[in-house]
């Protein structure tokens, strides 16, 4: 039995580099992601979308990132209780937790950080680092859904994309 796989990109294209998660979004469905896998954006994560979490065996969060190092990071979730959410920040880990808790599942969760750069204007583009860091994640998370290897290549933490593949 082959795993179903949520690809989820969230952030918001009308502030430049946030709107890295939906841009790969967009570019894998472009691609074709392939069967068993469902793709899925949001403008931020919602505790409704726990539910969507639930319906999948793996579950990868892609969302920009201001901190990782170029050109992006995986790294391993652990599900998380949280006991306060507002509608603007509802943590990967805790929407997890919510997915584990309510629904019964084992999803296994990932978070894909894009490093982005550009942040504290509005418009629907992206900065030239940025979408050359998302060029490099779409490839990476384009051959990892397609062969399987999602949970095979990540890292529990920091090391550089290229090194995954």
């Known amino acids: 039995m082959t795993a179903t796989v949520l690809l989820y990109g969230y952030g918001n294209p009308g502030r430049l580099d946030d709107g890295l998660g939906p841009a790969l979004a967009r570019e894998l469905a472009a691609r074709g992601p392939g069967a068993g896998i469902t793709i899925e954006t949001g403008y931020q994560l919602q505790i409704e979308d726990a539910a969507l979490v639930a319906e999948h065996d793996v579950v990868v969060f892609a969302d920009a990132d201001t901190a990782c190092e170029a050109p992006y990071e995986l790294r391993r979730l652990e599900p998380r209780r949280e006991m306060a959410f507002t509608t603007h920040s509802v943590s990967p880990e805790a929407l997890l937790g919510l997915a584990h808790e309510h629904f019964g599942c084992r999803t296994e969760g990932w978070v894909l950080g894009i490093r982005g750069y550009s942040f504290n204007e509005f418009g629907e583009t992206l900065s030239p680092g940025a ?19 999602v949970a095979r290549n990540a890292v529990r933490t920091g090391r550089k994309g290229e090194e995954h593949a």
């Open 131 to 149: 979408r050359r860091n998302l060029a490099a994640a779409s490839d990476f998370v384009h051959r990892a859904l397609i062969d399987g290897s």
